[in-house]
């Protein structure tokens, strides 16, 4: 899920998303307005899941999605390489995660822990552990 913005209310810290991936703005800029063209906007982010840099480039008045950020607490069932099975709290189901790329938060996290994990656009991603 995600909602249409002005490119021109974006700000630092936010999240947009540049090329259907959810990604946090590091850099924005404006441009002032030509004699025959509007004001531009450049932005950069980073993404979520995979770490790389994104560049969006757009008029200052077009419109830009910003992804709804579901943030939720599971227990962690079991780990198995990579992947880390997830249950919620609040509705008990039961899913698969990658691990953070963080490895102090990777080597904390446990069978029986629980954290704190987002939902953005279908994906999840562990954030934090709670407690």
């Not at 021109?8 to 063209?37: A, T, W």
């Not at 079991?78 to 099975?85: A, E, K």
Request: glycine share 10%.
């Amino acid at each position: 899920m995600s909602k249409p913005v002005d490119v021109g209310s974006l700000k630092i810290g936010q999240y947009v998303i540049i090329d259907g991936e959810p990604c946090r703005i590091v850099e924005f800029e404006k441009s002032k307005p030509g004699k025959h063209g509007a004001a531009k906007a450049r932005v950069v982010g980073i993404s979520a899941f995979t770490g790389q840099k994104k560049s969006l480039i757009s008029p200052v008045d077009a419109r830009a999605e910003v992804p709804m950020i579901e943030k939720r607490t599971g227990q962690i069932i079991s780990i198995s390489g990579n992947l880390i099975q997830l249950m919620d709290m609040e509705n008990y189901s039961t899913f698969e995660s990658p691990a953070p790329d963080d490895a102090e938060l990777k080597n904390s996290l446990a069978a029986g822990v629980e954290v704190e994990y987002w939902d953005v656009l279908g994906r999840k991603m562990i954030v934090r552990k709670k407690g």
